[in-house]
């Protein structure tokens, strides 16, 4: 009888091939992580809606497939259907859409077993859902992908979707010591998932590990190269501190200096890049794209149903809505030329390591700031947080690794780089 706890730990890529090997079964493993969410959920309360029974069955019907028999939590702003879709919000409480979005249906047309739904904030926005930090449950786990990054970390699923459109991915994912991956945007099928920005929104992937994250893109991507990515050698990596970088706390620095102790001691070079004056205004563009199209994505939420929506997703709109149009026109006038502010950005560097998120897992409910995330969104490159150890607090902290524009094999090669160097420093 195979070990139901060894069966829970092992890597996604290790499970497909196990699985697909015929040495166990998807329903074996959807078994054990089954029983991991029994002990954990009560205290962790990472899934919106989570049926045993109904996951037990989808396994032994999984097809053969790149992810047969790996687990999936899907955000709940993320259309299902056999399972309610409640966006985060009481509005649409019990809501059950038509159809899978793309991405949950070729997850389960590849073999992928979905558990259930993760915890999602308001509208993927910034009031807080149920979701406690797994390390500490009087600390937030973050936002918006809270569920997700959850129960990746509490060993619930081996992936679970996320989305992003200010930091939704990659500041949960550092505030609860797994790899949160933000594709370059478009690598991932976007329909059927609750919009807030057509500019910005992205839908990711929460892992346990950086090759976790590029086997699982690769698959649903339709892309295999993405997982076959190489750092060409010893890499050249710029720290590129931010324009913000006085918002950096201790931990974060802390985590950075550790990074680059470890990409050094494993043959890679790193570069301090300057900021260049301009990097601010980014966060001005930011605010114009999200302010405009934002209010106008949620207008029947905020016109309809307003008085039903929480104060805090009400006033966030209500906020976003000073943009103006002439603003809005002249962010995405300077945006046609993402790709050269990406590489001056670069400095020549492979890829850059940054802030993921201000320092440790904050206490109490609210989501934290994506300040470092926001221009790396804005920009469209794939980003990855990955786990950079812990901060005074004794909670995770992670560091962003930022690629160019559709580089998403070599970033993810290069994030993979960065991990195994942090692994063997620590």
């Known amino acids: 009888m195979t070990d139901v706890t060894h069966l829970a730990d092992l890597s996604a890529r290790e499970t497909a091939r196990r699985?697909?090997?015929?040495?166990?079964?998807?329903?074996?493993?959807?078994?054990?992580?089954?029983?991991?969410?029994?002990?954990?959920?009560?205290?962790?309360?990472?899934?919106?809606?989570?049926?045993?029974?109904?996951?037990?069955?989808?396994?032994?019907?999984?097809?053969?497939?790149?992810l047969a028999g790996v687990t999936f939590?899907?955000?709940?702003?993320?259309?299902?259907?056999?399972?309610?879709?409640?966006?985060?919000?009481?509005?649409?409480?019990?809501?059950?859409?038509?159809?899978?979005?793309?991405?949950?249906?070729?997850?389960?047309?590849?073999?992928?077993v979905v558990?259930?739904?993760?915890?999602?904030?308001?509208?993927?926005?910034?009031?807080?859902?149920?979701?406690?930090?797994?390390?500490?449950?009087?600390?937030?786990?973050?936002?918006?992908?809270?569920?997700?990054?959850?129960?990746?970390?509490?060993?619930?699923?081996?992936?679970?979707?996320?989305?992003?459109?200010?930091?939704?991915?990659?500041?949960?994912a550092s505030y609860c010591g797994v790899v949160g991956y933000k594709p370059s945007f478009g690598t991932l099928n976007r329909a059927g998932i609750k919009?807030?920005?057509?500019?910005?929104?992205?839908?990711?992937?929460?892992?346990?590990?950086?090759?976790?994250?590029?086997?699982?893109?690769?698959?649903?991507?339709?892309?295999p190269a993405l997982a076959q990515g190489r750092t060409g050698g010893a890499p050249l990596i710029g720290l590129f501190r931010t324009s913000r970088w006085a918002q950096a706390e201790p931990a974060t620095r802390d985590a950075l200096a550790r990074t680059v102790t470890a990409i050094e001691a494993a043959g890679g070079t790193v570069r301090e890049l300057e900021v260049p004056d301009h990097f601010e205004r980014l966060y001005a563009l930011f605010d114009a794209v999200m302010g405009f199209e934002t209010p106008r994505t949620l207008a029947y939420e905020h016109r309809v149903m307003g008085a039903r929506i929480s104060p805090i997703t009400r006033g966030f709109i209500e906020t976003l809505s000073r943009a103006t149009r002439a603003e809005y026109d002249a962010a995405l006038a300077v945006l046609r030329q993402?790709?050269?502010?990406?590489?001056?950005?670069?400095?020549?560097?492979?890829?850059l390591i940054t802030p993921a998120a201000p320092g440790e897992a904050p206490l109490g409910t609210a989501t934290g700031d994506?300040?470092?995330?926001?221009?790396?969104?804005?920009?469209?490159?794939?980003?990855?947080?990955?786990?950079?150890?812990?901060?005074?607090?004794?909670?995770?902290?992670?560091?962003?690794?930022?690629?160019r524009?559709?580089?998403?094999?070599?970033?993810?090669?290069?994030?993979?780089?960065?991990?195994?160097?942090?692994?063997?420093?620590?």
């Open 115 to 172: 558990m259930g739904k993760t915890v999602s904030t308001e509208f993927a926005m910034s009031s807080p859902g149920k979701t406690r930090h797994p390390v500490n449950p009087a600390h937030t786990p973050g936002g918006s992908s809270s569920g997700s990054c959850a129960a990746v970390a509490a060993g619930m699923v081996q992936i679970a979707f996320g989305t992003q459109t200010a930091g939704s991915i990659l500041r949960p």
């Open 370 to 403: 994506p300040v470092f995330n926001k221009p790396w969104t804005l920009l469209h490159v794939p980003t990855l947080s990955v786990p950079a150890g812990v901060g005074p607090l004794g909670l995770p902290v992670g560091v962003q690794v930022v690629g």
């Open 338 to 351: 993402r790709e050269a502010i990406v590489e001056e950005l670069l400095g020549g560097c492979d890829g």
């Open 19 to 66: 699985v697909s090997a015929g040495e166990m079964t998807a329903e074996a493993v959807t078994a054990a992580f089954a029983d991991r969410i029994a002990a954990m959920e009560l205290e962790v309360q990472a899934f919106a809606f989570f049926d045993r029974e109904r996951a037990l069955a989808e396994a032994k019907a999984a097809p053969a497939g790149p």
């Open 73 to 112: 939590g899907v955000k709940d702003v993320i259309d299902t259907a056999d399972m309610p879709t409640g966006y985060g919000s009481a509005v649409y409480e019990g809501h059950r859409p038509l159809w899978d979005a793309p991405a949950v249906a070729l997850t389960r047309a590849f073999g992928g």
């Open 195 to 223: 919009p807030l920005s057509d500019t910005l929104d992205h839908l990711g992937l929460v892992t346990r590990d950086v090759r976790d994250a590029a086997f699982a893109v690769a698959a649903l991507a339709e892309r």
């Open 405 to 426: 524009i559709g580089a998403d094999a070599e970033t993810l090669a290069l994030a993979a780089f960065i991990e195994d160097a942090l692994k063997a420093g620590a």
